[in-house]
């Protein structure tokens, strides 16, 4: 059975900084692409970083560009977000998800297993 974990959000101040982590278990990790997404209340899921399989290629949504770096560590089967700069609008819970394949996508269609999520609040 595939399980991802997220950890690591709270409560913070804008300007300031978070790492988000996600456990993967049950699965090939080094074979598969990770992305993290986020939903804000009354909003739709959106993408907001993918890494391929081995970390060669990284994707991210306009507004993090700069500010989020995608990671992972195929020996602790973990994919993390590098969060800075946060802003209020940063808001959200934040998903991690796995998609069987090497190839990263920025759709949420692409990925089949999801976790829980994490909450992120950044406040003004």
């Known amino acids: 059975q595939v399980q991802l974990v997220e950890s690591g959000g709270r409560l913070v101040q804008a300007g300031g900084s978070l790492r988000l982590s996600c456990a993967v278990s049950g699965r090939t990790f080094s074979s598969s692409a990770m992305g993290w997404f986020r939903q804000a209340p009354g909003k739709e899921r959106e993408f907001v970083a993918s890494i391929s399989s081995r970390g060669g290629s990284t994707f991210y949504e306009g507004s993090v560009l700069g500010r989020f770096t995608i990671s992972r560590d195929n020996a602790k089967n973990t994919v993390y977000l590098q969060m800075s700069s946060l802003k209020p609008e940063d808001t959200a819970v934040y998903y991690c998800?796995?998609?069987?394949?090497?190839?990263?996508?920025?759709?949420?269609?692409?990925?089949?297993?999801w976790g829980q999520g994490t909450q992120v609040t950044v406040s003004s």
């Open positions: 998800a796995s998609r069987w394949s090497t190839i990263a996508t920025m759709r949420k269609n692409d990925y089949d297993y």
